[in-house]
């Protein structure tokens, strides 16, 4: 038998998702507007009713507990909840309170994210991220929310990926408004930033009790594709950009390249209680063409890969949560998790990986969740529908939830708090 893999006492197992890959008719917002569009979404889906988790929530923190998760990340959609500026809807308030009074009856810790992805209409006809006000509106929703809510959440979590916004948005022309433009690119990357400091003294200040707040970093493992000089800045570039130019904001305090020569921002400095990390994958890159001057290098032929193409690579994970932890704050995995039609491999990889996370505690990393992605098969953003990264599964029509081997796996995996010695062996 394998050896069992046991985690600390009181650790976090649950799933994430955001609100438009899940909700439903999240009407008021820019990717819906987008989507409306025609033409960009890879598999021709659009969002629609999604998983109209925003009806179904009581049956899913049901299946939650049923498939013993204690935690759920969840995002509340800022559109809904300010579809003005500056006009409040307190229904909307009333629908996440009834959210997290059902996550807490289920015996669910609720992590909630306030910005993931998407923005308001009214904010991005302003110029979304560009617009140079953007942290302190996104400043304002958070000290909202966190006066509305603050009493039943204990964990916030500001900006979901805030490299991915920037980059897909005014970079690579991949999400809306799709600009393929370095300086818009680099306003949006110091915006973001700043608005991460400005979310999280807002919190700080407006919620009732102390609730632990922080951003959500999609860590990537980088390296060079080559081994000429050029490949080596490429990957140093990239690496700075995904991984160094967030964390080392957030511990000094400073805006550092590509978007600033390390000027300091009021509020910056410390802005987090701890780290939440997303891992899919490693990226390996050499020197490319502009915009982005750096390419990304396909996986070897012999890799394993999933239907996003991407490698799977296990030991990134392990070295993002030992760097993670070098930042002396306590590290929550706030996503991982594969888009396969292989549920036989969704397993392999899950165990696989938190054999990782265990690596890195077993190093002393003060690690506290692991929250896959995702609950059940939902919209993947440009990707649509195609991509099935769930546990569940989604029946077309009528949304039924349907657990796949790979539901059941992790249950047994949350209830012992532990990888059992059977599970490691056949997978390690
Ligand atoms: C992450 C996003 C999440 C989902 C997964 C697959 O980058 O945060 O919404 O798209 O990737």
């Not at 507990?65 to 579809?83: C, M, T, V």
């Not at 392999?348 to 890195?360: E, S």
């Not at 569940?392 to 039924?400: S, Y």
């Amino acid at each position: 038998m394998g050896q069992e893999l046991r985690f600390p006492d009181g650790f976090h197992w649950g799933t994430a998702t955001s609100s438009h890959q899940v909700e439903g008719n999240n009407r008021n917002n820019h990717w819906w507007r987008w989507e409306q569009e025609g033409g960009h979404v890879k598999d021709g889906t659009t969002s629609g009713p999604a998983c109209d988790h925003y009806n179904r929530f009581e049956e899913d923190c049901r299946l939650m507990e049923e498939f013993g998760h204690n935690a759920y990340r969840f995002s509340i959609e800022w559109s809904r909840i300010e579809p003005q500026e500056g006009r409040w809807d307190e229904k909307e308030v009333e629908h996440y309170r009834r959210v997290v009074d059902c996550l807490r009856r289920h015996n669910l810790t609720p992590f909630a994210t306030l910005h993931h992805f998407c923005n308001p209409v009214w904010f991005e006809e302003q110029g979304g991220w560009l617009n140079p006000q953007a942290p302190a509106l996104l400043g304002r929703y958070a000290a909202y929310m966190a006066k509305q809510l603050g009493d039943a959440v204990p964990f916030w979590l500001t900006v979901n990926e805030p490299s991915v916004t920037p980059a897909a948005a005014y970079l690579m022309g991949e999400f809306p408004p799709c600009h393929r433009d370095p300086r818009e690119f680099l306003t949006a990357t110091r915006h973001v930033l700043i608005a991460l400091g400005r979310m999280h003294q807002a919190i700080r200040e407006s919620a009732p009790h102390s609730p632990q707040i922080g951003p959500v970093i999609n860590m990537t493992y980088v390296m060079p594709g080559g081994d000429t000089e050029e490949d080596r800045q490429a990957a140093q570039l990239m690496d700075q950009y995904l991984n160094a130019y967030w964390l080392d904001g957030l511990r000094d305090g400073v805006i550092g390249p590509p978007a600033g020569d390390g000027e300091p921002v009021e509020g910056l400095k410390g802005a987090w209680d701890f780290v939440g990390v997303n891992y899919y994958s490693r990226a390996v890159v050499k020197a490319g063409p502009p915009p982005a001057m750096i390419e990304q290098v396909p996986p070897p032929a012999d890799a394993e890969t999933s239907t996003m193409g991407w490698e799977v690579y296990p030991d990134g994970f392990y070295q993002c949560l030992k760097r993670a932890a070098g930042y002396g704050v306590p590290v929550y995995i706030t996503e991982n998790g594969i888009g396969t039609d292989d549920d036989e491999q969704r397993r392999r990889y899950v165990v696989r990986h938190l054999a990782q996370a265990h690596r890195a505690l077993r190093e002393g990393v003060d690690l506290r969740s692991y929250l896959h992605w995702t609950f059940q098969d939902n919209f993947e953003w440009a990707e649509g529908f195609r991509q099935k990264f769930g546990l569940f599964a989604r029946e077309e029509g009528t949304l039924r939830r349907i657990p796949k081997p790979s539901a059941a796996m992790f249950a047994e995996i949350a209830r012992a708090n532990a990888v059992p010695g059977e599970m490691a062996e056949r997978y390690l």
